[in-house]
Structures are given as C-alpha cells and as structure tokens.
C-alpha cells in the first residue's frame, strides 16, 4: 500500500510538470508578454512606457527561459519561467491583477466554494441511486419507462436553466430565500439552501441514467442469479449483491471528484453571487486576470490528480480482489 | 452578379462534413453490419423522431452556412467597367428567407405578439404633443389598428390557418410516402397506409425490419406545426418577442441553431482523428507508445475541462485581437473565433474517447482473428485498417452522437462565461448571457429566455434520444438494457 | 398428484422474445423425478435444457416468460406459488448449481457470507452457529483447510473449490431437489471427476433427487439412473439409462451416438447429423427433427409426433413407433444403437485388440520426414511488481518442449487448461515471444527471424483457433476473410484467381459458393469453422496447429469437422499439431501423442503407447478420469487429488509431486530427466529410471 502510495505520488510528478509546461506555452509562448500588456491596457493607452511598466510590475520583464545576462543559478532562476512556473510547486502563487495575494484568496475562497460543493455531492449521490435503484427495482414497468423519459428529459436542459428557473420561481414567485448572496457563519444556510436545491435537482438527468446502466448491468451477472436461487429477497438481491458490486464502476466516477468540490461550481456561484473558487475563476477569466488562469489550472490538476489517488485507495475498500502492491 | 459568395472557414467545414457524412452513408449501405445497425436505428420510434426534428434543424443550420455579400450600387451599375461594391456585411441564405424579420428591428424589448414596446418612452400624440406611453411597434401589429382591438381575433385566425396549412402539408408528405412505400413493395395503399402506423406488419421475414414511418409522420407533423405558426404569426407580428436593441427573437433564435451544430460537429472532426489515432496506436503497439499516449491524456484531462478551455481561449483572444489585419470583414474574425473555439474544445476533449479506444483495441489485439492476421503475416497498418478500425467504429459512432448534446450545451455555459464564441456571434449562450442581465427586472423579461430554452430543449433532446437508439444498435452490451 | 415422485412436470412451455414476436425455448416438456434418483437431461446448445432448469426455479431470464404448465414439487405446484412463496421453496426445497464457477459467485463477499445468507434465509442461523454450519459444509464438499477458506472471498478459490463453495451453497438449505446446471463443462477434466464423485456421495447420502443437466453422454452414464434426450424444445425420449445407452429408439439420439469420436472409429468417417439444430422461432412444423433424420417418412413433416411408449420406463416421440398409422413407414424401427461395432468399445480393452489401429500405425511408421521440430522451447512471461514495475518472478508458460511432428501425421498434445500447450502452439508461429529454444520448419530455424523475415515462411504454417466466434472478423465477408491471406502472402496474385480459389475453398470445405458474399454471424458454430479452415487452406500450410477446434462445438457438429480435418490431411498430406484437452478426440484423429503438464512434456509417445499403456501418473489419473458413455463401465476412479499449481510458481523438484499418488524422496527434490521407454515412447518420471 505504502509502496503503490509512494508510486502514484511519483508519477503524480511527470504529470504536473507536463501541466505546468502546457500551461507556461499556452500563457507565455503562444502570446508575448507585450501581446498581454496590450491586451489588458486597453488600445489608448498604449506606449512603449506603460508596457514595459506593466511588465516590470508582474514580473514579465525577464527572459522566458534562460537569462544570459545574469550570473550563475541566477542565469536560470531570475526567468519567467522559473518565477512563474517552477515556484508553483511551493505554493508560491504571486499577486492577482488586483494586487492581492492569490494564495489567501484561495484559502478564504475554499470555505463557501465547499459548503456549496460538499452537500450538493452528498445530496446527488444519495438522491440519484435511491432514484437509480427504484427504476432498477421496477425493471421494465411504467415506472422505469418514464423515468428514463424524465432523465433524458432532465438531461437535455442546459444548467444555466435550472438555476435561473430555481432562481425565479423560489426566489422570486414564492420568496422563500434570498436570490442570491452571502454571508459567513450560520446565516450562510438562508443563502446555500437553493444553490445546493439546484445543484442536486441539475444531477439528477444524466446521474440516475449512469447509475441504472451500471445497476442493470450488475443486475444480469451470475452471481445475482445465484442469489435469486439461493431464495433471497428481490431488496436483498438489490441492497447487498447489485449495489456492492456496481460500487466499483461507480467510485471510479465518483471519487475522483471529492478533492475537486473545493473547486466549486462556476455556474452556480457566480449565478448565486457565492464568494467561492468558481466565482473567482469566473471573474478571473473575464478580467483577463492570467496570473490567477494559471493558479487554478494548477491546484485544478493537483486536486484530480489527488481524485485518481483516492480513487485508486476507495478501490481497495471495496473490491477485495485489488491489492495496491 | 449582385453578391459575391463569401466561404467561411466553418462553412467549408460543416459542408465538408456533410459530404463525409453522405460518403460514409453510402459505404454503410453497402457494408452490411452497418446497415444492419441502421436498420435497428430506423426501427426506433423514439429515435427516428428525433432524427426527423434533428434534419429540420439541420436544414436550419446548413442554410444558415451558405454566406454572401451583396452588391450594393444598384443592379443597374452593371457596365463592368466599375468594380462592383459589396455590401461589408456578410449574409446567409436563412438571412435572405428571413428577411422580413432580420429587417424589422423595433426600438427596445416587446413581448411576443405584442404591439407596443415593453418600455415607456417619450411618444408623439397625433396634435403635437409628447407624452411618455408604451409606443406602438414600428412593425409588430402594425396592420391592425390604432387600439389593436381585434388582435384577438387576427391571431386566431392566424392560428387557423396555420393549422389548415400545416395539416395540409403533412396530409401532402403521408400521401406521397404511402404511395412511395406502395410503389416500392408492390402493395395496395391501403396496406401500406396500415403498415406505416404499424397496424399491419410486412409480410414475411421483414416483419422486425418495419422502419419506424410512425414516428417520422408523427415528429413531422408536430414540427410543421411548430413550423406554420411561427411562419403565419411571424408575418405580422414578433412571435417571441424582441430583445434589447429591438431584435426578433425568433430571429436569434433560428441564427443560434448554426451555431450550435457547428460547435456539435466540428469539434468532433477535430477530436475524432486524435482520439483514434492515439488510441488505436496506443492499445496496438503498446510499449512505450502507449506510456506515451496514457501520459498525454492523463496530463490533458487532469487540467478541469473549463479552466483549460478558459486558458486557450483567453490566448486565442489575444491572439486574435493583436492581428487585426488578418480578417477582412467582423464576420470572419466572428467565424475565425468560433472555429478555434471548435479547435480547442478538440482539443481538450479527445481524452475519453481515446481512452476508451486504447481499452478496446487491448482487449481487440487478444481476440483470435488478429491472431490469425498475424499468423498471415499482414503488416501493422494492414491490421489496423482491416481489422481493428471497422470494430472500433461503433464505439466511435457512439461517442459522436453523445457527444453532440454535450457540446451544445457546453457552448451556452463557456459563452455565458466569456470564453465561448465572439459576442457577435448570435448562439444560444450570447442569448441566454444578454437576457440573464434582464431578469433582475420587474415585470421580468423572459422571453428570450424562453425562445433559448424550447429551442435548445428540443435540439439537445432529440440529439439525446437519436444517441440513445444509436446506442442501443450499435453497442451490444448496452443493447436490450434499456 | 398420483404419483408419488419428488418433483413432476407437466407440459411446461416458455417463450422468449424474438423481436416482437414470441416463440417457445421450452415447449411441453413433462417428465417425473424420483427421491435419491438422478434424472439427466442431455442436448446439443440450444434446445432449451437450462431454460428448463432456470423455469423449474422460476428464474427464467426477462426476456423469457413462463406461459403454462405445472411443477410440483412435494405435492405443491411451484408455478402457483407467490413470488414470495416461491422464495421459500428456493434453496430450501430446491437448490441449483450453475455451469461457470466464475461467475456464479458474488466476487465482493466471502465465503461465510455467501453462505451464510442462506442459512439465515433458511434456517435463521446466525453467528457462531451459522459459521459452525458453514464450516461443517466446506468440510462436507471436500474443501481443505476450510477454516481458513471461510473468510476468503471467490478470486482466491481456484475453478474446482469455487464449484464446490458453489455446492455448499445449495445444501446448506438442505434441499429435497438439487438442479446441477453443466457443473463441470467448466472444469478440466481432473477436477470434473472429483466434483461429480462430490456430486454422487452427496446425493446418496442425502437422497435428494437430482436433475443433472450436460451435453456430455459420457457424464450422464455415470451419474444418472434416468436419461431425457431434449432437442428444439422437447424431450424426444426418455429411458433408463442401460436401457438407453444400449437401446436408444430416437433417430436423434441413435445419430448422437455414432457421431462419437473414439478408438473404434479410427480410420471411418464419424457419422454426422446433417444440417444443424434450428434455431428457436424457426422450429419447423411437424416432428423438428425430420429435415435431419435419415428415417422421416411423410407424415413426419405433417404432424408433431406424440410420445409413445416403448417399455414401462422407456418413452420415445417419434413417429416410426407409433402404433397405428395410416401411412406406410420405411420398414420397422428398431431400438438399437447404429454404431454396433462401437457398442462398449471404448476402454484399455480395446486397444489390445484392435488389430485396425495397430496396423494403421505400423503403415504411418516407415517414419517420414519431419516438418517441425521445436527443441527446448521456453516461453516465460514476466510478473512485474514492486516500487518500480521491476521484473519480480515469471510465469513459465512453456519451459522447455521439444517435439517433432512428421509429414501428413498428427500430433496431439494433451494437457489441462493453464499447462501451456496453447502457449506453444501461437510460439511455434511466432504469435508470442520473444521465447527462447529453436524451432525448425522444413529445416528453416524460425526462432530470432524479424516480422518481415518471417513472412514468406508463414505460408507453411497455419493455425485453426478454438472460438469459431473470435476468429473470423465479424466486420468482413467470407471471401474477404478467406483471400486475406492468400493476397498478403503472394500465394495467389491476381483478385480474379483469388476468388476462384476462394470458391474451391469453400467447396473443399462444404460451403456453398454464396457463402464468400456473406457475414460471418449469419453462420453457426460449426460452419465458422469450416471457413476458418477455408481460410488456413487458403495459403497452402504444410503444418497446421489446430488449438482445440472442436471444444466450443456441439458433438454432431464436432464430427463433421473432425471427418473434415481428417479427410484433408489424407487429401493433402497435412500434418496436425493438435492441441486439446478431449481424448475421444484424440483416440480418433491422433498419431502421436504429448501429455503437457505445467509447461512441460511429461510423457510423448504413440497413440497406442499413451493409450495402451501410460505410464506417468499424470497421463494414468488423466484417462481415467474421462468418463465414458458406457454405463456398463462405471468403475472406481483413479481421482487426483488437488489442482494444478500456478505456472508462476511450479513446485520444486518434479512439478507433479503435490498431486502424485506414487510420490518418492526424489521427486520433492529433482526434476526427471526423460526415459527412453521404446523407440517411439518416452516418460519425465523417476518410476521409470
């Protein structure tokens, strides 16, 4: 286990170096840092000046990879490449366009990004199979047929409806909670209630059709016949035989997401106003803020990388037959 | 001649891919567990509806990508010694059959079917005087009269003819495929009339092999009535409205329907061939090539999908913006725009597929005809192109059509974002972000909503339903679970 | 009920879904069971014997129906019940094994548990008592070191101990019924003896009635006291089991008999059914079997025939019996199997006295050139593990095979599933590797040659698989599959040849000439391997390594190809290595004969050698452990204790010390050379030094 452990984590390296590289390109060899400046100065205000002062400011003044002019370790570490990449791998995040610290952003962001995130993944996970399982249980009826209906029915709406229909009919019709907002502490349940209603109720679709698929799937093996012809019930057949051993293609789906809940959701904080991780990549992206770009597709593939070790881990929970060695 | 054809580069795709697709629709006639697979397809009810509101938006989109410029100094100037003008804006053929509500623009928002503006706004009385009303629209109800009493009746009677007209036309396409399916089996029409409804199966063998005509007629009756409503109430009125700067809605709309398609397709010309290659390679020859492969795709889909589109884009924005001198007219940096966006959503999403690829050409290279391929010392291509590929390709047929919804949607949350197409650029998602603005007003402006959402619903629906049936003749584990 | 049998059914019929149309798997089948008796249905695949079974339990798939009928068992009628009633009679009244040990078990919970859950369904144990109950059955099915077993989950149980896990299971609701499902068609033939040996005591001493369901008429002559021939739906006769295997009425079941493979047919063509079971929804009218029967007469075609009986125990349907009819028949009909000259000829006996085989053997022995030889040929894949994915161990395959195969003579070599034999046949044409050792075709060293230095030799050796299912694409025609080869290896340059000599394939290997246009899933089993023949023909091999062609066929249709292959090797001077793990089969086609065990050849010698006198104790508990149609025959096993050993880890010194009954000092600690027995017989075993 320690051995698998120590294995992961050091092919976890290439793949992040590999992600930073990406990344760097993108960022800085596909557009010089003079495209950037322009960019974000606006057309008026540009002179050569307030270019190099805007580069100087941010750091992009220097070479990308190798600096000749400096001496020594220097030659290689007073680069672009080397402030902005390689420094990632302490957790040295730099400023944000509007001069805050990136890293403490991240951490004051984390908390409602997560209390939006964590119930909603709860909530789905346990609302979906119940659903997923109901449909399995009355294979063939009416009932699954129009279930399956519904899902593909649910499946088809875009997200951004469901939060604008959630928003007008609670928030607006019946005034039931706020439309949007936030605040810290236990008030913060007034404001989380419809976001975390929406994003479970946006799961359902395309969840619950996943779950029967693996459920029906399950449901057909041997091993279940055996149980039927042991005399078991049709709920133990489902609760012990199916849903244990659907739990494995089901984790690979699931676990690898937990890590990344701290990433929140884009659509539903900023729709919600939530001063979360997504809102802040959202309005990173429309300010063109790239430092910040940068530092979330960074934490973003630590996260799933940290998803496809847990993954791996929860297997072992669940599956006897696999041992991390 | 009065227009000059202008070729986008998305229009020379998507027609490309049309002629693809007409290609790949003849070898699959003659490839008979292709055609078998089809076959099950046409059986589908569910499906072949879906197919049948699909076409009606293909035809939408695919008229909507033939563009031109026309001639504006006069038919008359044609002595050919003046170069021509072209009107700087770039139009399509939909743009031409839409013309009465491309041309039409009121001042501000109106609700469907309204006749004055959604807005109070400074209005001249009759003797002189001003006043702050809702002001008539310039051309929604403009036939009727000042008070607009009898837009009741007028709709209502729009409305009925519609109906007669659409009940007309669909009653026209039973006829002539009754007497087509009579025609072709060689039986009387009243049997094949009963046949169509599945009342009667065909005699013989073919019994399981009855294309679903049912829900065909079925889908097209619905959609023509969709259809001639629109049409008839559209003639003199905003059927849904109009948005912000006085814009049918209807309009964008229909204009967002190219939009959609392009994104739902072009992407996969770009995902498909890296996706396969990679895969195929990958689970073939194993090795290095495939820690080369497995490396790639887990390095990509380790990156959140939004946040790595979010970073392309954002450079391709730079990119763009600093090269003006590249685009001749807005509409080509609009296009150039939506294409790389096509480009890096490819880009960044070739991973499951080619995944599920590798998986499969491991499991295929086992099995024992590539033994025996082997064994008859075929070469490494010979292999694949004989052998694995064709046994890919529903795995692959699969993952395009579900893909397609998925696109689609992704389209209206990255333009909501700011990282989707050009803000010029009419799709769903410019739709739903410009009317997002508007629901914080009371009384709400919701109909541009509403037109964004019918339209995707059914767009993404019917993909979704054809995908299923798809699925379901072609994948033979997920066959009969459902 | 009047009678008082354990288990009665009447007239069942079930349908399944054919599109959208219905039509019957089981259609009216009726039979009786006794207390303590076995009653065994045989039939090819396809003529709904486990639908029967999965009916009897009321677990018939969903996309089949249970339409009529009855089945009483104990006086009550089981398709009456509730579904909830029903579960009561599951496991406790009637418990069912299944064919695939595999997957028969829930691969998440261990053992305990899965028992466990039907003694607290049955009988409300729980606890320490449950886990004693446990306990006491792995005891009672013959699982060692059951303690420890208790917790285990199925991956850690090799095929044989998981079919017996499977066999506690169903007696741990103590049943008056056990329904055994082909429990040992998954088995290799060493463990199928033990578990039907478990099988038989268990009954005995339970007196349960059994319904034994299989294919193989040599496991029903053990194991049954009554035989039911099932085919498309119905039982076509039914008789005691003597009476049966001496005198069977039915043209079908007459017709299964002689299309056994064994001694007695050496050298004759093996009789064959033409055509094959139709399948469900095209069941003809009239008696099913007519278009295949070489006694039908007019009415068969007509009408269904009605069951007749020929003795008080001994019923038959089929019209040759029937007492009246208007109609003439084609002479009187006898109960009598057709191959009288194979009537209980098949055991060590009859070797001694065939004079036919030796006389075949001694005209092939002016021995020929030989083709192929593979000296020391290994073939170890490597076990990866630890932190950096080093090489830890190695799965020896193949370690160290030598053999020779003679021009136009056949080659069996025999073994049990994981023992390498497949191993050595993909080595030999190049298929795997890289190996090390030497092989030599036609005097070329083929060992070491690059892809393209091997191409031109491929043309003299060729290889039939054994999934006639996997081994055709199913994405290409006939045609395109047979002139693959002959295009790629420049054996027939132009396309217009090609496709006369794929027509001539097709007619050498009795397929019509339309047949080169179509697909391969619009043929059964047997055909695809008449086109996978087709196909190796096509580039004119010399040697052609067959890897159990005939193990996914039904016997009829496993002799067609058998009288095929055998037919072409005369033809064209073919030689065969033939793997297999079937002695009927290789008492008829083989020449010489090479027993593989984990890796290596232990004995090789003539057919008559191996046959007549085997000498490794592997080879002796391997042939008696083959069950023979032949009630008369039943005798006491020499039962092999134990299972194979994994490849990776082969125990010291000889490998099959573990399991052997002779066992000495020496074996724990070397390996045997090999003994020269005669010119033609050679054993690896310390006995014979």
């Known amino acids: 286990m320690l051995a698998y452990l120590i294995r992961r984590l050091a092919y976890a390296i290439p793949i992040l170096i590999g992600v930073n590289l990406l990344t760097f390109a993108l960022f800085f060899v596909v557009n010089t840092p003079d495209d950037m400046a322009r960019m974000q100065l606006g057309i008026k205000r540009v002179t050569p000046e307030a270019i190099a002062h805007w580069k100087a400011e941010r750091g992009y003044d220097k070479p990308l990879f190798w600096n000749a002019a400096a001496e020594g370790g220097k030659r290689l570490s007073e680069t672009i490449f080397f402030a902005k990449s390689v420094r990632m791998f302490v957790f040295d995040f730099g400023r944000a366009e509007d001069g805050r610290d990136i890293a403490e952003e991240i951490k004051s962001r984390m908390g409602p990004s997560l209390a939006i995130a964590a119930p909603v993944f709860l909530l789905e996970l346990a609302v979906t199979i119940s659903f997923a399982l109901l449909l399995v249980l009355f294979r063939a009826t009416r009932l699954d047929f129009w279930g399956v209906v519904l899902c593909v029915a649910l499946m088809s709406i875009s997200g951004m409806f469901y939060i604008i229909g959630g928003q007008f009919l609670i928030s607006k019709i019946w005034r039931l909670v706020p439309i949007s907002g936030y605040q810290e502490g236990v008030d913060a349940l007034r404001f989380l209630v419809l976001p975390v209603f929406i994003g479970v109720i946006a799961g359902i679709g395309t969840n619950t059709r996943w779950y029967r698929t693996i459920f029906i799937e399950e449901g057909g093996r041997d091993y279940v016949r055996t149980a039927r012809a042991k005399g078991l019930s049709e709920a133990a057949v489902l609760f012990v035989h199916v849903l244990r051993n659907a739990m494995i293609p089901i984790l690979t789906g699931v676990v690898v997401v937990i890590p990344m809940l701290f990433m929140g959701s884009l659509l539903t904080e900023s729709f919600f106003g939530i001063p979360g991780l997504g809102s802040y990549t959202i309005e990173a992206i429309s300010a063109q803020d790239f430092s910040v770009v940068r530092v979330m597709v960074f934490i973003g593939s630590l996260l799933y990388i940290a998803g496809l070790m847990l993954t791996d881990i929860s297997y072992v929970l669940v599956d006897p037959r696999i041992r991390l060695d | ?482 | 009920m009047m009678t008082a049998s354990l288990l009665s059914v009447r007239d069942l019929r079930v349908d399944i879904n054919r599109g959208r149309r219905r039509a019957p798997v089981v259609d009216g089948v009726s039979f009786d069971i006794n207390e303590g008796e076995t009653f065994a249905i045989v039939g090819e695949s396809g003529c709904g014997k486990s639908m029967t079974a999965l009916a009897l339990m009321r677990l018939v798939p969903a996309a089949a129906r249970l339409v009529s009928g009855s089945v009483h068992l104990a006086g009550r009628d089981l398709l009456e019940l509730t579904e909830g009633g029903m579960r009561e009679v599951r496991g406790r009244e009637l418990a069912m094994i299944f064919q695939e040990p595999n997957t028969s078990l829930n691969p998440v919970l261990t053992v305990a548990r899965q028992i466990g859950e039907v003694l607290e369904r049955q009988g409300g144990l729980r606890g320490n008592d449950a886990r004693a109950r446990t306990l006491a059955l792995l005891d009672a099915v013959g699982i060692a070191d059951a303690q420890r077993r208790l917790d285990e989950y199925p991956f850690q149980l090799s095929g044989g101990m998981k079919q017996r896990v499977m066999i506690a299971m169903a007696l741990a609701g103590d049943p008056k019924m056990l329904i055994a499902d082909e429990p040992t068609t998954a088995l290799d033939v060493t463990i199928q003896a033990q578990i039907l040996d478990l099988l038989r005591v268990l009954q005995r001493e339970r007196r349960m009635g059994m319904l034994l369901i299989s294919h193989d008429l040599g496991i029903v002559a053990e194991m049954a006291q009554r035989v039911a021939v099932m085919y498309a739906g119905e039982i076509v006769e039914v008789a005691g089991v003597t009476e049966f295997f001496a005198a069977p009425c039915h043209p079908y079941a007459k017709k299964l008999f002689a299309a056994l493979p064994d001694i007695s047919r050496r050298g004759a063509l093996l009789e064959t059914i033409p055509g094959q079971v139709p399948s469900v929804g095209d069941w003809p009218a009239g008696c099913r079997f007519a278009a295949r029967c070489p006694a039908a007469f007019g009415l068969c075609r007509e009408r269904a025939p009605e069951v007749v009986a020929i003795s008080a125990t001994h019923t038959v349907r089929c019209h040759l019996y029937a007492a009246s009819e208007t109609q003439q028949k084609p002479g009187s009909p006898r109960c009598a199997r057709d191959d009288e000259a194979g009537v209980f000829a098949k055991s060590a006996a009859t070797w001694q006295s065939s004079a036919l085989v030796d006389g075949e053997l001694d005209r092939h022995h002016e021995s020929k050139q030989s083709v192929l030889d593979a000296v020391d040929l290994r073939m170890h894949f490597p076990i990866r593990g630890g932190l950096l994915k080093r090489t830890v161990g190695s799965v020896r395959a193949v370690d160290g095979v030598s053999l020779t195969l003679a021009r136009g003579r056949t080659l069996a070599l025999v073994g049990e599933s994981g023992c390498g034999k497949t191993t050595v046949g993909k080595a030999l044409l190049q298929l795997v590797g890289p190996g090390s050792g030497s092989i030599r075709l036609a005097g070329r060293e083929l060992m070491g040659l690059s892809r393209r230095e091997m191409r031109p030799l491929r043309r003299k050796i060729q290889m039939i698989f054994q999934d006639p299912f996997a081994s055709l694409n199913p994405r290409m025609r006939v045609g395109e599959i047979i002139s693959e080869g002959m295009a790629a290896l420049q054996v027939v340059a132009s396309a217009s040849l090609r496709d006369q000599a794929v027509h001539a394939l097709l007619a050498q290997v009795g397929l019509p000439a339309e047949a080169a246009l179509r697909y391969p899933h619009e043929f059964s089993g047997g055909q695809r391997q008449r086109i996978a023949i087709a196909r190796t023909l096509a580039v004119q091999p010399d040697v052609i390594v067959c890897d159990e062609p005939t193990s996914a066929l039904d016997v009829s249709v496993q002799a067609q190809i058998l009288n095929l292959l055998r037919e072409l090797q005369e033809r064209l001077d073919l030689s065969y290595l033939f793997i297999t793990h079937n002695f009927a089969v290789v008492e008829y086609l083989a020449h010489e004969v090479a027993v593989m065990y984990l890796g290596r050849i232990v004995e090789f010698g003539s057919v008559a050698d191996i046959l007549r006198d085997p000498r490794h104790p592997y080879t002796v508990a391997l042939l008696s452990a083959v069950p023979v149609p032949d009630p008369g025959q039943r005798r006491e096993r020499l039962l092999l204790a134990g299972e194979t050993p994994s490849p990776a880890h082969p125990p010291a010194g000889c490998h099959f010390h573990l399991r052997c009954a002779k066992v000495m000092d020496i074996c724990r600690r070397q390996y045997p050379e090999s003994t020269q027995l005669s010119a033609s017989h050679r054993v690896s075993c310390h006995l014979f030094k």
């Open chain 2, 1 to 482: 001649m009065n227009f000059l054809p202008v070729l986008l580069w998305t229009d020379l795709l998507i027609w490309l891919l049309v002629l693809l697709l007409v290609v790949a629709a003849i070898a699959a006639r003659r490839n008979e567990p292709l055609r078998r697979g089809w076959a099950h397809v046409g059986r589908n009810r569910g499906g072949m509806a879906a197919a049948t509101v699909l076409a009606v938006f293909f035809v939408v989109g695919l008229s909507d990508s033939v563009h031109f410029r026309s001639r504006i100094d006069g038919a008359n100037g044609a002595n050919g010694a003046m170069p021509a003008n072209y009107a700087v804006e770039v139009r399509s053929l939909l743009d031409l059959s839409l013309g009465h509500l491309r041309n039409r623009p009121e001042k501000s928002y109106s609700e469907p079917l309204a006749l004055r503006l959604y807005n109070k706004d400074l209005v001249q009385l009759p003797d002189g005087r001003q006043t702050r009303d809702y002001p008539r629209l310039r051309y929604g109800g403009s036939h009727l009269d000042e008070q607009g009493t009898e837009r009741g009746a007028d709709v209502a009677a729009t409305l009925a003819r519609a109906l007669a007209a659409a009940l007309l036309v669909w009653s026209a396409c039973a006829a002539l495929l009754t007497l087509g399916l009579s025609r072709r089996q060689g039986e009387r029409l009243a049997a094949s009339w009963r046949r169509i409804w599945g009342w009667e199966c065909a005699a013989g063998e073919s019994g399981e092999s009855n294309f679903a005509w049912s829900a065909v007629l079925a889908a097209l009756g619905g959609v023509l009535l969709v259809a001639a409503i629109l049409i008839a109430l559209s003639a003199n009125y905003h059927a849904f409205g109009t948005d912000k700067v006085g814009q049918d809605v209807l309009y964008l709309a229909l204009k967002s329907v190219r939009t959609a398609l392009i994104i739902g397709l072009l992407t996969t010309l770009v995902l498909l061939p890296l996706a396969v290659t990679l895969g195929i390679m990958a689970g073939y020859f194993r090795s290095w090539v495939d820690d080369l492969v497995q490396y790639l795709y887990t390095t990509i889909s380790s990156i959140p999908g939004v946040l790595l589109i979010a970073a392309a884009v954002l450079m391709m924005q730079v990119v763009i913006d600093s090269h003006p001198q590249w685009f001749a007219t807005s509409a080509e940096r609009a296009d150039v725009r939506l294409l790389s966006l096509c480009l890096i959503l490819g880009m960044t999403s070739w991973t499951s597929l080619c995944r599920l690829l590798r998986g499969e050409t491991l499991k295929l290279s086992q099995l024992e005809f590539i033994l025996a391929a082997h064994a008859f010392g075929l070469s490494h291509r010979r292999i694949i192109v004989r052998h694995i590929l064709p046994n890919l390709m529903h795995i692959v047929l699969i993952s395009l059509v579900m893909d397609f919804s998925q696109l689609v949607l992704a389209e209206a949350v990255l333009s909501y974002v700011g990282i989707g197409v050009d803000p010029s650029t009419i799709s769903f998602g410019t739709m739903i972000n410009s009317a997002r603005m508007e629901l914080a007003r009371e009384p709400m402006v919701w109909w541009s909503l509403a037109a964004a959402f019918s339209f995707m619903f059914a767009l993404v629906l019917s993909a979704n339903l054809l995908a299923d049936a798809v699925r379901d003749a072609f994948d033979p584990q997920i066959a009969g679970s459902s």
